[in-house]
């Protein structure tokens, strides 16, 4: 109740710019640092009843609802607050209990990225339960870009990072526990002994142009796009025609790269999209996908 109250606050004071991203946690050592003890399924089952009662109390009229975390009864809004939209919801989460709680209230699935035969498939689970819910599902990519002027100046600055890594650090973040269905996915793309930079390129897996070793500079998913300002966008158009309705882009450190994306790669995508809108390989899809840039 006390979420929904700030949320709206925040909408009126934004003029409706809030999103929630939603993350349930991953477990270990990392949830239990929160003070959090609480099973992988019932952290969704919790997260679920959480979005049930934002939403109930959203409407402005007395609220009840009896859970197994949440206990409510006259919960509401006042009216000025509820008026309000309610914020558009980013549910991430693999497994079978995450995608039964994105399916009841996401509307933007929100992924890291995977090889696309790996993607297709968890794209397609969250579609299947979406549609069970009556409801429409919609999907968002999670994942950092380092783009230059060249590729060999992207893997410049990759083997720049390297050369700062802390052993102990780098250590530490190889050894990262939890129970997240998603973490486990990421690691099958990593090989077990990591000694350089080239170690990540997963050309194999999914194709130039990805490497899989940002979580080593800042934690978080591991995959994302080094290259070319073209080869970037290349890859966001793929995913767009993929069937990727929105993109949450990152890179490290987050403001300088966010301005480099949004000024040298965005305009290529753009480009690339309207250069294609009239044909009818794209005539499904008459709209480009929302982008936000991490900060």
């Not at 919609?138 to 230059?148: G, H, M, T, Y």
Request: overall charge neutral; hydrophobic content about 40%; cysteine-free.
């Amino acid at each position: 109740v006390h979420a929904a109250r700030l949320s709206a606050s925040l909408q009126e004071a934004t003029g409706g710019r809030v999103v929630y991203n939603v993350i349930s946690g991953g477990g270990g050592s990392a949830q239990l640092w929160w003070g959090d003890r609480v099973a992988h399924d019932d952290r969704y089952a919790r997260t679920s009843e959480f979005l049930d009662v934002l939403r109930g109390v959203w409407r402005g009229e007395p609220f009840d609802f009896r859970g197994r975390f949440y206990d409510v009864v006259g919960g509401k809004l006042p009216a000025r607050l509820a008026s309000q939209p309610f914020p558009e919801i980013y549910f991430s989460g693999s497994s079978d209990a995450a995608i039964a709680a994105a399916g009841r209230h996401s509307n933007y699935y929100l992924s890291h990225l995977e090889p696309f035969d790996s993607l297709r498939e968890k794209l397609s689970r969250v579609r299947e339960r979406a549609a069970q819910e009556g409801r429409q599902a919609k999907f968002s990519l999670r994942f950092d870009i380092l783009a230059r002027r060249t590729a060999e100046e992207a893997w410049a600055e990759v083997r720049r990072g390297w050369a700062t890594l802390d052993p102990a650090a780098l250590a530490q973040r190889q050894a990262q526990d939890g129970d997240a269905v998603g973490f486990g996915r990421q690691r099958q793309f990593r090989p077990s002994v990591i000694s350089g930079p080239e170690d990540l390129h997963i050309d194999s897996h999914v194709g130039p142009g990805l490497w899989g070793g940002f979580h080593l500079f800042r934690g978080g998913p591991p995959i994302g796009i080094v290259g070319s300002y073209e080869q970037a966008a290349e890859w966001l158009e793929r995913y767009i025609h993929a069937g990727i309705d929105s993109f949450v882009l990152a890179g490290t450190p987050h403001l300088e790269e966010a301005y480099r994306v949004g000024e040298e790669v965005l305009p290529l995508v753009r480009a690339r999209t309207f250069d294609r809108r009239g044909s009818q390989e794209r005539a499904d899809r008459p709209t480009e996908p929302a982008v936000a840039l991490a900060v």
